[in-house]
C-alpha cells in the first residue's frame, strides 16, 4: 500500500490524479485505489493521502507500519515544506517496515517562476537518504503516473523477484524515464 505525505507547510495538492483536485482539497485524508499495468499485470495500489496534516500525525505511524511504499512530497514553493522533509524521513525510518520503498517528489514544478527551492536540492536531499527523485505537477499531471509507476515496478519486481533475475533498479528506471523526450513534458 503506497501512501502519499506531503507537509502541512504546503497548500494541499494532490498525486494521485489532476481530476481528483476538487475532491481533495475537500477531504482531509483520501483514500484511493489506482490500477497500473506494468509489464503487461496489473497492479493495485491502494493511496492513502493526508497531506501531512498535523491533526493526522498521530495516525501517520500506522500507515507507515503497514506501507510498502511511501511517496514523500514537498512543496518547491514552499521552504518550510523542503525543510521539513528530513523530519518526514526519520519517522518514516522510525516506524514504517525496512524494507518500505521510498519516493521523493518535488512538487508544483508547473509554477517554476515561484520556486524557491532548486531541483538540486531536492536531489542532493534523495542522493543523501539514497531514494530516487523527480519534479512533478500535480495540477499538469507532469510525471505523476510515472511516480507511480516507477513504484508498481518496484513492488512487482519485489513480490515475484527470481534467484536468476537481473535486479530492478527504480532510481535507474526514473531516471532513464527522464531523459525520455515525451516525459516530464507539461502536458
Not at 38 to 56: S, Y
Not at 129 to 141: D, I, R
Given at each position: 500500500?503506497?501512501?502519499?505525505?506531503?507537509?502541512?507547510?504546503g497548500r494541499r495538492s494532490q498525486a494521485a490524479s489532476p481530476?481528483?483536485?476538487?475532491?481533495?482539497?475537500?477531504?482531509?485524508?483520501?483514500?484511493?485505489?489506482?490500477?497500473v499495468t506494468v509489464d503487461g499485470?496489473?497492479?493495485?495500489?491502494?493511496?492513502?493521502?493526508?497531506?501531512?496534516?498535523?491533526?493526522?500525525?498521530?495516525?501517520?505511524?500506522?500507515?507507515?507500519?503497514?506501507?510498502?511504499?511511501?511517496?514523500?512530497?514537498?512543496?518547491?514553493?514552499?521552504?518550510?515544506?523542503?525543510?521539513?522533509?528530513?523530519?518526514?524521513?526519520?519517522?518514516?525510518?522510525?516506524?514504517?517496515?525496512?524494507?518500505?520503498?521510498?519516493?521523493?517528489?518535488?512538487?508544483?514544478?508547473?509554477?517554476?517562476?515561484?520556486?524557491?527551492?532548486?531541483?538540486?536540492?531536492?536531489?542532493?536531499?534523495?542522493?543523501?537518504?539514497?531514494?530516487?527523485?523527480?519534479?512533478?505537477?500535480?495540477?499538469?499531471?507532469?510525471?505523476?503516473?510515472?511516480?507511480?509507476?516507477?513504484?508498481?515496478?518496484?513492488?512487482?519486481?519485489?513480490?515475484?523477484?527470481?534467484?536468476?533475475?537481473?535486479?530492478?533498479?527504480?532510481?535507474?528506471?526514473?531516471?532513464?524515464?527522464?531523459?525520455?523526450?515525451?516525459?516530464?513534458?507539461?502536458?
Amino acid at each position: 500500500m503506497p501512501a502519499a505525505v506531503q507537509d502541512s507547510a504546503g497548500r494541499r495538492s494532490q498525486a494521485a490524479s489532476p481530476a481528483l483536485s476538487t475532491h481533495l482539497s475537500l477531504c482531509p485524508s483520501l483514500f484511493q485505489n489506482k490500477v497500473v499495468t506494468v509489464d503487461g499485470v496489473r497492479v493495485k495500489l491502494q493511496i492513502w493521502d493526508t497531506a501531512g496534516q498535523e491533526r493526522f500525525r498521530s495516525v501517520t505511524h500506522a500507515y507507515y507500519r503497514d506501507a510498502q511504499a511511501l511517496l514523500l512530497l514537498y512543496d518547491i514553493t514552499n521552504k518550510s515544506s523542503f525543510d521539513n522533509i528530513r523530519a518526514w524521513l526519520t519517522e518514516i525510518h522510525e516506524y514504517a517496515q525496512r524494507d518500505v520503498v521510498i519516493m521523493l517528489l518535488g512538487n508544483k514544478a508547473d509554477v517554476s517562476s515561484e520556486r524557491v527551492i532548486r531541483s538540486e536540492d531536492g536531489e542532493m536531499l534523495a542522493r543523501e537518504y539514497g531514494v530516487p527523485f523527480m519534479e512533478t505537477s500535480a495540477k499538469t499531471g507532469m510525471n505523476v503516473e510515472l511516480a507511480f509507476l516507477a513504484i508498481a515496478k518496484e513492488l512487482k519486481y519485489r513480490a515475484g523477484q527470481q534467484a536468476d533475475e537481473p535486479s530492478f533498479q527504480i532510481r535507474d528506471y526514473v531516471e532513464s524515464q527522464k531523459k525520455r523526450p515525451s516525459c516530464c513534458s507539461f502536458l
